[in-house]
């Protein structure tokens, strides 16, 4: 493949596909209406056409026609009246226009063929470009429908990195931040509460325990006096005296050696 035909599919490529994006449905349909309408006016300018030209060949035909009659007519009263030569050159008249008059009627018949099928085309086109309008504005209705939910999801799929819902993200953030802290400063509350009532118990409990004590003391103080062999805080100091003094005489006697 040569240099230029490369060039040349790369170019009708870009081409194309420059054409494929730049192409809105909407605009497209409604230009090929105003084509189609162009090409209906056309037919029904060609079909006017055919018409015209029918009805002149028909005019002719009948015009030939009836000039083939009269001459027959009067080549009959040529022959009546004895006058063979005029007889004879009224049938050659005669033969001319029936000869005119048989071309004519092929030509008629044609005419008459073209005119049908153009008739039948036009009413087809018509009813085509009836169908077209209908399915352009049931079309149009769909693509706007697509835009509109192309658009739809586009602002939906933008909604993430948008900075108004980055706005919501953060103070719903900030809520719930609030809504932690309150909680937990309700609990601390309900804590510190717990621990003041228990203090006040364990110090009715303290004062409780005491008195049992006293209690206690107050019931052992005879008995102790009157077991065997108990001493009293009386005897034991004058003990402890004695000992001091012995403690201090072996002091002074290493004190001497």
Do not use: C, H
Request: glycine residues 4%.
């Amino acid at each position: 493949m040569g240099l230029f035909d490369r060039i040349s599919r790369v170019v009708r490529s870009n081409v194309n596909d420059m054409v494929s994006k730049a192409e809105d449905p909407e605009k497209i349909l409604e230009q090929a209406v105003i084509d189609m309408q162009e090409d209906l006016i056309q037919l029904r300018q060609a079909v006017a056409q055919a018409i015209a030209s029918q009805k002149r060949t028909q005019q002719q035909y009948t015009q030939a026609q009836t000039e083939s009659n009269n001459w027959q007519q009067r080549a009959q009263l040529a022959l009546q009246k004895g006058d063979e030569g005029l007889a004879r050159e009224a049938l050659s008249r005669k033969k001319t226009y029936t000869e005119t008059a048989t071309s004519l009627k092929t030509q008629l018949d044609t005419q008459t063929g073209q005119v049908d099928t153009l008739k039948r085309s036009l009413i087809a086109l018509e009813g085509k470009i009836s169908e077209a309008k209908t399915k352009k504005d049931m079309l149009k209705a769909r693509a706007s429908a697509a835009k509109a939910q192309e658009q739809l999801q586009g602002m939906v799929n933008n909604m993430g990195t948008n900075t108004a819902m980055a706005a919501f993200e953060r103070m719903e953030d900030k809520v719930l931040q609030l809504e932690a802290r309150s909680q937990a400063a309700s609990e601390l509350a309900g804590a510190d509460l717990e621990s003041q009532f228990r203090a006040l118990e364990s110090g009715d409990v303290d004062l409780e325990l005491e008195a049992m004590k006293q209690q206690m003391l107050a019931g052992s103080a005879p008995s102790q006096q009157s077991l065997p062999g108990t001493a009293t805080p009386q005897t034991q100091a004058p003990k402890d005296a004695a000992v001091d003094a012995e403690l201090e005489d072996l002091k002074k006697q290493l004190d001497n050696l």
